[in-house]
């Protein structure tokens, strides 16, 4: 995490409180109220630490901040306001969220010129690791648990041919929620999710870094 400067490291440090049951469920119920109270502090706290911070660079972590809460509409409305590729993927994100997939899948278009570096879903931030080596992780690990699923095999090997692609992401949760028996294969797309959403936060910090 070298590349986080202080504020953000005292940031990301109430984050990393809530990480263990943040975004546990594909399509949330509501806002996790525990989470919510760790981010609104975390949201003060880069109001007064990153005040010379650009107001895109601030919202856009700010609505990845609140969809680890689980409060889909707080997020909406931040990244509403973020005319960069970063607000487009968290609005990408929102949406798949909610189930609203074909929106979810417009957005992530917009979005196409975010970069994706390093993030892992037990032990985050890992630079040395590409999302798309950390979601392999995460299938090789049901694999070795005994889940066999035939999409999981593909999807690896499409993350090693091509990367991760988060529309892809989007079509598999898609189908996942018009199966009934799809309890293994949900949890492994939960822990991608949460893999997701360490790449895309980190990758927002970084963004403001190079401006």
Known sequence: MSHLSEPEMEIFGLLLAAWP?????????GADGKIAELVADAERKMEGRMAKASAEHKCALRAGMWLLADDLDRAHKICQDIATPYGSAWHAVMHRREGDFSNALYWWRLARDVRWD???????????HGVADAVRGVLVKMRDGGVVVPTAVMWEKELEMRGYDPSRFVE???????????GGWRDVLVAVQRVEWMGLFMECVKEGGRH
């Open 118 to 128: 390093g993030a892992g879903e037990s032990d985050p931030p890992r630079a040395r």
């Open 172 to 182: 598999l949760v898609e189908a996942a929620e018009r199966e009934s028996g799809a």
């Open 21 to 29: 049951a943040a975004m546990r469920e594909l399509s949330p119920r």
